[in-house]
């Protein structure tokens, strides 16, 4: 009798062996489990999420790694169709910043059905919007814990890679319609921390969209984040602070409006820029919203881009030829001063009663150099020179 226990204590190990999830598969299982049930996320229909917080405004403010301009959001409304991914976005914009469309606030409505992007203006016009957004915003529709999971759970989707980053554990996911993100859980709690996508930024070029989730609650026997981050490559785009979450209740009529359904999808036509060369090792670069200046250095290459709005920016660049520095006596030549560039740069801000400037002069820094005879009498650089500006005026 013995032996036949243990036998089947035998049996049953191999069998619970034999039968475990390969380890990509088991991070899918755990996180849906932990979000309360691959059958209730499977359930799922549709999902209403409100909130406010900040939008951020990437690639329009001095630097990428400037944070300064944000804009506040309210009324913030994200309704989501998960059987026929479908999306709508409706919020409340109001920038915090001197922006050049004026500060009052934006109401924006924007969504995905399928294939159409739309784009609802306040007047009520809706027009359709190119296909790489419409892509974007079905990948975007995928960055919640519930239809990312969902997504995974499809037989149809592709998992792979499964990897430890600290206390995370990581697996790639292929959606059956194609789209490819990057999973993380918390090693402990099992919860979705985190879903990555990459796409392409027209200032940046290719970059990773980041949402992670924090500070779960309890929803309709689901566990669902109440504040959801999201970057761009290192750059904070947005943060929202959920408020209200309502699953399969009244999302309203998610389908693009008929004028966007009927459109085309707009192209966009190709970028023509001139270039012209001003003076030797400088090109001045027209055509497009902002004009640019390219400067060739000894051992590299830089782009002045010379934007509109409260910053302006001017480059100047000074060419002298070959000219007589000193009247040669004795019967000795004249000294020449070789001909040399110069290149200054100055950029200025002002914002209500503020305002900033910064000025760099003599960039190329060419040497002086001065020849008498065709012999070289002396040699000399002044150095790059570099200031900052900050003033304030009270009247």
Not at 250 to 264: R, Y
Request: with cysteine; net charge negative.
């Amino acid at each position: 009798m013995k032996h036949v226990a243990l036998f089947v204590l035998f049996a049953a190990a191999t069998l619970g062996a034999c039968t475990q999830a390969p380890p990509e598969q088991q991070i899918v299982n755990d996180a849906a489990a932990a979000l309360g049930g691959a059958e209730k996320i499977q359930a799922v229909k549709t999902l209403v999420i409100e909130g406010e917080g900040t939008n951020g405004n990437l690639g329009q403010d001095m630097s990428p790694d400037a944070t300064g301009q944000t804009f506040t959001v309210t009324g913030y409304k994200r309704a989501i169709d998960v059987l026929s991914r479908r999306v709508r976005i409706e919020q409340t914009r109001t920038p915090n910043f001197t922006f050049f469309q004026g500060q009052q606030p934006q109401n924006q409505v924007l969504g995905v059905d399928g294939d159409v992007a739309y784009n609802v203006a306040p007047s009520g016009t809706a027009t359709r919007a190119a296909d790489a957004v419409a892509k974007d915003r079905r990948a975007e529709s995928y960055h919640h814990p519930i239809t990312i999971i969902r997504a995974a759970l499809d037989p149809a989707a592709r998992l792979s890679n499964p990897r430890t980053q600290g206390n995370q554990s990581v697996v790639d996911i292929a959606t059956a319609d194609g789209l490819m993100f990057t999973l993380a859980t918390d090693s402990m709690t099992k919860l979705p921390t985190r879903v990555v996508s990459m796409t392409n930024n027209t200032n940046l070029g290719d970059v990773a969209i980041e949402t992670s989730f924090a500070d779960y609650q309890d929803v309709s026997g689901l566990k669902l984040p109440t504040r959801v981050t999201t970057k761009t490559d290192k750059y904070q785009t947005a943060e929202l602070r959920v408020t209200k979450q309502t699953v399969d209740g009244d999302a309203g009529d998610l389908a693009a409006p008929a004028a966007a359904a009927s459109a085309a999808a707009p192209v966009a036509p190709p970028a023509t820029v001139t270039v012209q060369e001003v003076a030797p090792g400088i090109w001045w670069l027209a055509g497009q919203s902002h004009h640019s200046v390219v400067v060739e250095f000894a051992d590299h290459m830089t782009l002045f881009e010379v934007g509109g709005g409260p910053v302006t920016a001017r480059v100047l660049y000074n060419f002298f030829g070959e000219r007589i520095s000193d009247v040669g006596s004795l019967g000795l030549p004249d000294i020449l001063e070789d001909s040399r560039g110069s290149l200054d740069f100055v950029v200025s801000s002002r914002w209500r009663a503020l305002s900033l400037r910064f000025a760099a002069e003599n960039l190329t820094d060419e040497e002086f150099d001065f020849t008498q005879g065709g012999q070289l009498q002396r040699q000399y650089r002044l150095g790059r020179t570099m200031q900052f500006t900050f003033g304030f005026s009270a009247f």
